[in-house]
Nanobody
Framework: QVQLAEFGGGLVQAGDSLRLSCAAS????????VAWFRQAPGKERELVAA???????YYTESVKGRFTMFRDGAKNMVFLEMYSLKSEDTAVYYC?????????????????WGKGTSVTVLS
């Protein structure tokens, strides 16, 4: 059983940066694909970034060049570094893990979820 906990969300201005962190308890992240999803008010949850077991990263088009996802294996944590934030990045961000190690997982593929951390970007 994996338990995930996100932190680092907050209220920022457009153009600011923010780092989200996700800490895992249980098996090491190295054996799972780990992903960040987000859900904006009134919208479906969407994949933002994913880090596969062979350290391949995927980013949704709207965040390419602005967001970076990386892992600290020693601490069993993953991070989402967000730069040049826009109002459309406002959402609850969720960390999730996929036991199958897929490169671009969907919401339904994820086996474990954190409770989410809220990011609000003021324009």
């Amino acid at each position: 059983q994996v338990q995930l906990a996100e932190f680092g969300g907050g209220l920022v201005q457009a153009g600011d940066s923010l780092r989200l962190s996700c800490a895992a308890s249980g098996p090491t992240f190295k054996t799972y694909t780990v992903a960040w999803f987000r859900q904006a008010p009134g919208k479906e949850r969407e994949l933002v970034a994913a880090l596969s077991t062979d350290d391949e990263t995927y980013y949704t088009e709207s965040v390419k060049g602005r967001f970076t996802m990386f892992r600290d294996g020693a601490k069993n944590m993953v991070f989402l570094e967000m730069y040049s934030l826009k109002s459309e990045d406002t959402a609850v961000y969720y960390c999730a893990a996929d036991r199958e190690g897929r490169g671009t997982p969907t919401v339904g593929d994820m086996d474990y979820w954190g409770k989410g951390t809220s990011v609000t970007v003021l324009s």
